[in-house]
């Protein structure tokens, strides 16, 4: 009996997440009438990909979603190349306040990040990054949270793994990539696509470091769109259904991935 409760449960739960995803792509395929209509309607009354032509033929909407996800994928290979070393070396090398800085790092998760925008923008500025691919990414590449979730990984693993390692000749780097960075890939997966998704949604900082709209970002493209204004609202809706599949093909490979990394290291 408990088991089918926690079956009915985890069925609703999944029933209340995932509704608003799947009203979203129902009303993608709305006509205005649809909109119009007098009664609150979920299925629309014909298919039809007629939004979905009418959002990928805006002129920079293929141009945002480039924009996203190079940006994205930068940011999250960047800060994976960042995060490994820092924990890396916070676990693995010993050296005079290392408990200091792994306490600052901690410390940098209770700082708003709206409290930063000020002088970030500054800095980016005065780089001359404004309008760049670099400018956007750039004071995200590190994130106290991915250091510190390899820190805790990294410090309940084995040190006699990289003693030995030392031992056959191999050095730090060679340990950390070969090694330490296989060893840990479901940690590294995680990373891989907790930064991907936030750089994808992120809204506030693009918006203020670019200023053309062949650098606008997805998520602020699909404010600009103007199809809601034309009273084309089930274009809107087609726009963001598109948007989605990135974290859908994402959610998929690292899925696998994960799964793939547990159940090596399982055998091992």
């Known amino acids: 009996m408990s088991k089918a409760i926690r079956t009915i449960l985890a069925a609703l739960l999944a029933a ?14 709305f006509s205005v009438v649809d909109f119009t209509d007098s009664q609150a309607r979920f299925l629309p009354s014909a298919i039809s990909l ?17 924009n996203s996800t190079i940006t994205s994928v930068m940011l999250s290979l ?7 070393p820092a924990a890396f070396a916070l676990t693995h090398l010993r050296f005079r306040g290392q408990r200091l800085i792994a306490g ?19 800095t980016i500025a005065s780089m001359g990054l404004l309008d760049s691919y670099m400018g956007i990414i750039l004071p995200s590449i590190f994130s106290g949270a991915s250091v510190l979730m390899l820190y ?8 006699d793994v990289y003693d030995a390692a030392r031992i056959d000749g191999a050095g ?9 960075t296989p060893l840990y890939s479901p940690f590294d997966a995680a990373i891989l696509i907790q930064s991907f998704i936030s750089s994808f ?24 769109l103007g199809f809601a204004e034309e009273g084309e609202k089930g274009a809107q809706f087609a726009a963001a259904m598109i948007v989605t599949i990135p974290f859908l093909a994402l959610l ?10 547990l159940v090596d290291t399982k055998e091992d």
Do not use: C
Not at 50 to 66: D, E, G, I, T
Not at 152 to 159: E, I, K, T, V
Not at 252 to 261: E, H, L, V
């Open 16 to 29: 209340i997440i995932a509704f608003p995803f799947l009203y979203g792509f129902s009303t993608s395929f």
């Open 50 to 66: 007629r939004n979905y032509a009418l959002a990928l033929s805006h002129r920079h909407f293929p141009r945002y979603v480039l």
């Open 78 to 84: 960047l800060r994976l190349a960042v995060s490994i």
């Open 104 to 122: 600052i790092i901690m410390a940098t998760l209770f700082i708003p990040s709206d409290v930063l925008l000020y002088e970030n923008y500054s």
């Open 152 to 159: 805790g990984a990294f410090l309940a693993g084995d040190r």
């Open 172 to 180: 730090d780097l060679r340990y950390m990539w070969q090694i330490l």
């Open 201 to 224: 949604n992120s809204y506030l900082w693009p918006l203020i470091v670019t200023n053309r709209d062949r650098m606008r970002t997805v998520q602020i493209g699909l404010t600009m």
């Open 252 to 261: 998929a490979a690292g899925r696998n991935m994960i799964m793939k990394a």
